[in-house]
């Protein structure tokens, strides 16, 4: 398959190529050039419908992994109309398959995440205005650009499965400690850029719907997140646990 | 009170300032120059102190977020002017009326949110949007988006109006029937009702009404939820 990358040499989209050149065509797409890729690359800026729509061309599928949190007149640009521009690329080129990515706040953000439990993806998007009280429109300008790949998909014959992450942790640097906790929603970014694989491997007309959302968890306990879904349609097995982070420290 | 009202260039915005002037103080802003007697800021509602500085002593702001007409800018395509400034320019402008302590906005959204349904269905505000991805209906979608987030999570009231196509009574006579039509002083007085006192006792943070025009015809009377609840009357008729 021929797979698009967007944001393919920032945080997550590394892990994402390396997880899916043994089974796949890439073409890497971002701002910044990648030190070293044995793949084409290709400049292209989210905000850019005319760099989208041509990257896209002769594709069979879209990985979205761009993404900008702080700036807010950039993370606009990338994340709201960038999601713009890569639907309308989609449906140009007659791409059926979309993988789109972002934060759980995207759906659960501070009305949820501060008060419920047991949260599953098929709810309606409260992302809040900004991620953690500040001026910061990370989580509501991705869940803008999610909504119009749902607007997209409820108005042309093509799939997104939006997969949803927090705490992506680099296992070989895990930035936590033993018995101190985590945010209930943790990921390692190899397992994260497993999902995407995942996600370009699952057939479309099992999917219950055109747009759906999957949360990206390793499994947890806490009983806030489940990756269920995620399990049951995608085939997802988290392998970094990290469950060292949850259990109390034994006294010496 | 003290009303910001935004997209001054349209002929609604001067419509409700002309008739809100009569017993407030009103500010036009827009992203181009107009020509009026009332108090107008130049805004491109980006997110600079400036547009603190806009909303800043306001009471009230109506959000109309329209563009001007035949408005364009070399950076991007209409598309995505419209599509960015129905929404980041809608959360600058939100956050800013969230800083300075602005109670209430009204923002101004389309009935083409509904267009999908076949006629025959009575769709009011029980049903969901279902926007089509012309960008003026998905942009009007993702800015309601924007304004119920603010409206969830800040403290700030905010009331969306939803209508059709915008004309005079006068302009419109003898062509064909068309039931979007929305008489402008009926529109204006529907913006009034949704500042006014009578929902201050709904103390709801988010507030949809469908405006629509009398049809003295209909078995169940249009825009039932705006008349019952805000005291929406409307007075012209495009037909008897």
Redesign the interface.
């Known amino acids: 398959m021929n797979v698009l990358i967007l944001g393919g040499t920032g945080n997550l989209g590394p892990f994402v190529v390396n997880a899916l050149e043994p089974y796949h065509t890439l073409r890497v797409t971002d701002v910044n050039p990648p030190e070293d890729t044995a793949h084409e690359f290709r400049y292209v800026d989210m905000a850019s419908?005319t760099q989208v729509v041509e990257a896209a061309e002769g594709m069979d599928a879209i990985v979205n992994c761009s993404v900008l949190r702080e700036h807010?007149?950039i993370a606009?640009?990338v994340n709201?109309?960038g999601s713009?521009h890569m639907?309308s690329a989609a449906?140009t080129h007659g791409i059926k398959r979309v993988i789109n990515t972002g934060p759980h706040a995207i759906l659960t953000?501070?009305?949820y995440d501060h008060i419920d439990f047991m949260l599953t993806e098929d709810i309606p998007?409260?992302?809040?205005?900004d991620l953690v009280g500040g001026?910061n429109?990370y989580s509501?300008?991705k869940?803008?650009g999610q909504?119009?790949c749902k607007?997209?998909t409820?108005?042309?014959d093509v799939h997104v499965m939006c997969l949803l992450f927090c705490g992506l942790k680099n296992p070989e640097h895990p930035r936590f400690f033993p018995g101190r906790d985590v945010t209930p929603f943790v990921v390692s970014v190899r397992d994260a850029a497993e999902a995407c694989r995942l996600g370009l491997n699952v057939d479309l007309k099992s999917l219950p719907s055109k747009n759906e959302v999957f949360y990206i968890t390793t499994d947890i306990p806490h009983g806030k997140f489940s990756n269920a879904k995620a399990k049951r349609i995608l085939g997802f097995a988290p392998k970094d646990r990290f469950e060292v982070v949850w259990h109390k420290v034994a006294d010496n | 009170m003290n009303i910001l009202v935004t997209g001054a260039a349209s002929e609604l915005a001067h419509a409700l300032a002309s008739h809100l002037s009569e017993d407030h103080q009103i500010r036009l802003t827009d992203i181009v120059d107009i020509k009026t007697d009332l108090e107008f800021v130049r805004c491109d509602l980006g997110h600079d102190e400036t547009t603190n500085e806009l909303v800043r002593g306001m009471d009230n702001i109506i959000h109309l977020a329209e563009l001007p007409p035949d408005y364009s800018d070399d950076s991007l395509d209409s598309d995505n002017l419209t599509i960015d400034f129905l929404t980041r320019c809608t959360y600058n402008l939100l956050w800013a009326a969230v800083e300075e302590n602005v109670k209430k906005a009204v923002y101004g959204s389309t009935l083409e949110l509904f267009d999908k349904y076949d006629d025959d269905l009575t769709v009011n505000e029980n049903w969901r949007p279902l926007p089509s991805t012309d960008p003026y209906v998905l942009g009007k979608h993702l800015g309601e988006f924007t304004c119920k987030e603010f409206a969830r999570t800040s403290q700030i009231q905010i009331t969306c109006l939803r209508y059709g196509e915008i004309v005079r009574v006068e302009d419109v006579k003898g062509q064909p029937y068309d039931p979007a039509w929305i008489e402008i002083r009926d529109l204006v007085h529907a913006f009034e009702c949704a500042l006014g006192e009578k929902q201050a006792g709904l103390n709801r943070e988010w507030s949809v009404f469908h405006i629509e025009a009398d049809a003295p015809d209909a078995d169940y009377p249009p825009a039932r939820r705006a008349r019952g609840t805000i005291g929406y009357s409307p007075k012209y008729r495009f037909r008897e």
Do not use: A, Q
């Open positions: 419908m807010r007149k606009f640009d709201t109309l713009y639907m449906v953000g501070p009305t998007p409260h992302s809040g205005v001026d429109p509501i300008s869940s803008l909504e119009i607007v997209f409820e108005n042309y």
